[in-house]
T-cell receptor, first 110, second 115 residues
Framework: GQNIDQPTEMTATEGAIVQINCTYQTSGFNGLFWYQQHAGEAPTFLSYNVLDGLEEKGRFSSFLSRSKGYSYLLLKELQMKDSASYLCAVTTDSWGKFQFGAGTQVVVTP | DGGITQSPKYLFRKEGQNVTLSCEQNLNHDAMYWYRQDPGQGLRLIYYSQIVNDFQKGDIAEGYSVSREKKESFPLTVTSAQKNPTAFYLC??????????????FGPGTRLLVL
């Protein structure tokens, strides 16, 4: 079966760093996406990893280890607007079907 | 501006009623998708379409139906057979599903509530 695990909720203070972990067990792997979703809104694309290693994009970085079935999203210099749910998604089938984790709710406090 | 639109934003369904959720994109994307999102759960795939006049069932297709008569449009009908339709419904599209590095773009969603 397909299984993607993320913590349910994380809390951090403004200006701090938070690391959101995602572990996956899927039949097939064509890449891993991270999305940000504010309450009641559409998910928006943050990053894509298909090779092992770290991808940095401004305050956000994403890491992938294919051998361990593990990824993390690192949010630096947290801002209040970063309070949102962060979704991990793995593309599996030959046509790029997405399997989503349940999302991690990040709460940024002053 | 290119994007995906969904309407309505909120939809109320009476018992035994079919309702249709609209999804339109002007991104010239080949593939379109419908997801359902429930609290505490990830997005679950209802139906997807890789090309006009073709669509496939996703993981939770029972009680739903779709059509893809035009490239831009992928409406979802929630039938009376769907016993627990209350959820947030998200439509998405991607330029070419075989280009794995390409993200899916999401519409703003429709929240369906049962009266």
């Amino acid at each position: 079966g397909q299984n993607i695990d993320q913590p349910t909720e994380m809390t951090a203070t403004e200006g701090a760093i938070v690391q959101i972990n995602c572990t996956y067990q899927t039949s097939g792997f064509n890449g891993l996406f991270w999305y940000q979703q504010h309450a009641g809104e559409a998910p928006t694309f943050l990053s894509y990893n298909v090779l092992d290693g770290l991808e940095e994009k401004g305050r956000f970085s994403s890491f992938l280890s294919r051998s361990k079935g593990y990824s993390y999203l690192l949010l630096k210099e947290l801002q209040m607007k970063d309070s949102a749910s962060y979704l991990c998604a793995v593309t599996t089938d030959s046509w790029g079907k997405f399997q989503f984790g349940a999302g991690t709710q990040v709460v940024v406090t002053p | 501006d290119g994007g995906i639109t969904q309407s309505p934003k909120y939809l109320f369904r009476k018992e035994g009623q079919n309702v249709t959720l609209s999804c339109e994109q002007n991104l010239n994307h080949d593939a379109m998708y419908w997801y359902r999102q429930d609290p505490g759960q990830g997005l679950r795939l209802i139906y997807y379409s890789q090309i006009v006049n073709d669509f496939q069932k996703g993981d939770i297709a029972e009680g739903y139906s779709v059509s893809r008569e035009k490239k831009e449009s992928f409406p979802l009908t929630v039938t009376s057979a769907q016993k627990n339709p209350t959820a947030f419904y998200l439509c998405a599209s991607s330029i070419d599903p075989k280009r794995f590095q390409e993200t899916q773009y999401f519409g703003p969603g429709t929240r369906l509530l049962v009266l």
